[in-house]
């Protein structure tokens, strides 16, 4: 298994959660879009490793970093790409993730020569309030737990797809598998600023193989309707639990996107080709 | 360990077993893998074990399940490690009793952490015995799919 791979995932989620850590707006911005890179990084050596003939996996080691200011966050992120690129080989890819990789320690770097950008982190500190909303005990622990069940489904459906599409020849299912893993990506971001915003930033949990191996696709894809149908439920019930017609409305609006999300994972049934 | 709260489950000793999963991962070359699956929703929960004579020297879970699963697993795997097995088969009971009362799926969740738990030791056992098994699995009878209005919550 690639060892390589492995140290670009956590490096994934590394500039991931420490985008979503940050208070500061353009920074924060700036961070995820570093992270989608890193993200594509990832993709694109998963591709070459296979096409080499070569396997990878999603086992992680590392633990997340709970920093308290931003400047240590940076601070480590450097540490992180340094150590990431102490793997590196001399290929064509290696080479533009190197690219990319040296501007982002340059915007750290240059973040850092400025006092303005270190801030106190409130991500870790477990506050558990969100800005300008008044929530009672039991809607807090309702949008906990939601949000920590819902940031690791996320995370592991980016995963899961992100593994299938690099395996399959079938171009409908490779367009509805990105699209899919957009709209994880798009879910996760959400889940985890509000988590960051009420100090309970945690890692997801690490995937076993026997959740990103799927032997029957079928049963996979019938299985995956069904957690669909369970996470809108979810998202209504939080909808209504809250009682803050921002927080419900955001709820309501991710419960829809679930609905073409079951039509999307329909097109992957095999009756359905 | 204190009282834990649940379903409510948010108490700090929760809160820290949902943040940071104990023993969770898997172990390299276990004497016994057990897994406990739910066809019917395709979730799982599975146990690495590492045995000494002393008993269980290591022990890992994971699961694509829910926080609930998580929280059990983790509290599980804190308690039986570097215990002997017999403790281990006891603190099931132990740990029934701390969670109090549970929802039809908190117990489904829970007992799915169990038979995993219990599967790798069968696991051991047939290895031991010289059967060619690379993983036990226990099927759960029941899913955690509950009718709507069979739930505490």
Known sequence: ?273 | MEEIEMPEGMNPEVLKHIMNPQNYGKLTDPDGTGVAMDDKTGEFVIFTVHLSQEGISDINFATNGCQDTVVVGSMFTEMVKNESVEYAQGAITKIEEKLGVLSPQQKICADMVFNAFVAALINVANLAQGKKEEIHIIKSEESCEVAEGDSNE
């Open chain 1, 1 to 273: 298994m690639s060892k390589l791979y492995q140290v670009k995932h956590e490096l994934w989620l590394d500039i991931l959660y420490a985008s979503f850590a940050t208070g500061d707006k353009e920074i924060k911005d700036r961070l995820y879009d570093f992270s989608m890179i890193a993200f594509r990084h990832m993709k694109w050596l998963g591709e070459s490793l296979l096409e080499a003939g070569s396997d990878y996996n999603y086992d992680r080691t590392k633990r997340l970093q709970k920093r308290r200011c931003t400047f240590d966050l940076f601070n480590d992120l450097i540490k992180e790409v340094k150590t990431a690129q102490q793997e590196y080989n001399g290929s064509t890819l290696i080479s533009r993730i190197v690219t990319d990789e040296n501007y982002f320690v340059e915007y750290l770097t240059l973040l850092l020569a400025d006092s303005k950008n270190n801030h106190k982190l409130t991500a870790f500190d477990l506050h558990r309030t969100l800005p300008n909303k008044k929530l009672d005990t039991v809607q807090t622990h309702s949008l906990t737990m939601f949000l920590f069940e819902e940031s690791y489904k996320e995370y592991e459906l980016i995963l899961v797809y992100a593994y299938m599409q690099a395996r399959t020849d079938n171009l409908l299912h490779f367009n509805v598998f990105q699209d899919l893993i957009d709209e994880s990506h798009f879910h996760l971001k959400s889940f985890g600023n509000m988590m960051a915003q009420m100090g309970i930033l945690a890692l997801p949990r690490e995937l076993h193989e026997l959740t990103y191996k799927i032997t029957d696709i079928s049963q996979f894809i019938v299985n995956g309707i069904k957690e669909e149908e369970n996470a809108k439920e979810q998202c209504r019930a939080l909808a209504e639990a809250v009682n803050d017609t921002e927080l419900s409305q955001f709820f309501d609006f991710i419960n829809y996107q679930e609905n073409y999300h079951i039509e999307l994972m329909t097109k992957l049934l095999p009756e359905s080709i």
